[in-house]
């Protein structure tokens, strides 16, 4: 098992940053990428950016790229999502997740996730 726990969330302005931060514990050793999804009420579960575990290697969605950064701190078993830029669209309840399967931004792909971590983007 791995369990995941999301801090960072909060308000921001448009054009503003944010830091989400996931602390993962179990048998982290076992999984291969660590991502990050967002959902709206009424929609569903869309992949943001994702990172190998095992490496540097990261994969972004289109409509973050540039924007978001994702990166990891293996020391601390934390995976980081630093969001500049914002824009009111980018607010959602932001989840961590985590993958036996490489760089994949699709959510039934991830085995464990976190509880989310809400943020908001005002104009």
């Known amino acids: 098992q791995v369990q995941l726990v999301e801090s960072g969330g909060g308000s921001a302005q448009a054009g503003g940053s944010l830091r989400l931060s996931c602390a993962a514990s179990?048998?982290?050793?076992?999984?291969?990428?660590m991502g990050w999804f967002r959902q709206v009420p009424g929609t569903e579960r869309e992949g943001v950016a994702a990172?190998?575990?095992?490496?540097?290697?990261?994969h972004y969605a289109d409509f973050v790229k540039g924007r978001f950064t994702i990166s990891q701190d293996n020391a601390k078993n934390t995976v980081y999502l630093q969001m500049n830029s914002l824009k009111p669209e980018d607010t959602a309840m932001y989840y961590c997740a985590a993958s036996f399967s490489l760089l994949t931004l699709r959510a039934e792909d991830y085995a464990y996730w976190g509880q989310g971590t809400q943020v908001t983007v005002s104009s």
């Open positions: 990172i190998y575990t095992g490496g540097s290697s990261t």
């Open positions: 179990g048998y982290t050793d076992r999984t291969n990428s």
